[in-house]
Nanobody
Framework: VQLVESGGGLVQTGGSLRLSCSANGFTFDDYAIGWFRQAPGKEREGVASVSILTGTTYHADSVKGRFTVSTDDAKKTMFLQMNNLTPEDTAVYYC????????????????WGQGTQVTVSS
């Protein structure tokens, strides 16, 4: 199983980034996949998730209206469009997959990507 993130980087406050996660080695349709983030000194938190089977999505309150999770099922790829970024969004962002309905908590996750750094300057 392999989850590979890309698209992180440095952006100014108010800017946008689009993260991608390429999934290989498991049956994409059977899983929920999502994004987590971890800032220095803080716990890893769920940001957004989608059930491939049902299309149900979840977005944390802190990112609602700014971040959007989506998938290209044919390419087994998940995206996170992040708009209106603030310094509080600075973290390592992880792609995750699990057999739960949605992956909202670290305990829902069976597989992790290696992470990609997002830094928002003020």
């Amino acid at each position: 199983v392999q989850l590979v993130e890309s698209g992180g980087g440095l952006v100014q406050t108010g800017g946008s980034l689009r993260l991608s996660c390429s999934a290989n080695g498991f049956t994409f349709d059977d899983y929920a996949i999502g994004w987590f983030r971890q800032a220095p000194g803080k716990e890893r938190e769920g940001v957004a998730s989608v059930s491939i089977l049902t299309g149900t999505t979840y977005h944390a309150d802190s990112v609602k209206g700014r971040f959007t999770v989506s998938t290209d099922d044919a390419k087994k790829t998940m995206f996170l469009q992040m708009n209106n970024l603030t310094p509080e969004d600075t973290a390592v962002y992880y792609c995750a997959a699990g057999l739960s309905v949605l992956v909202q908590y670290p305990t829902d996750v069976d597989y992790w990507g290696q992470g990609t750094q997002v830094t928002v300057s003020s």
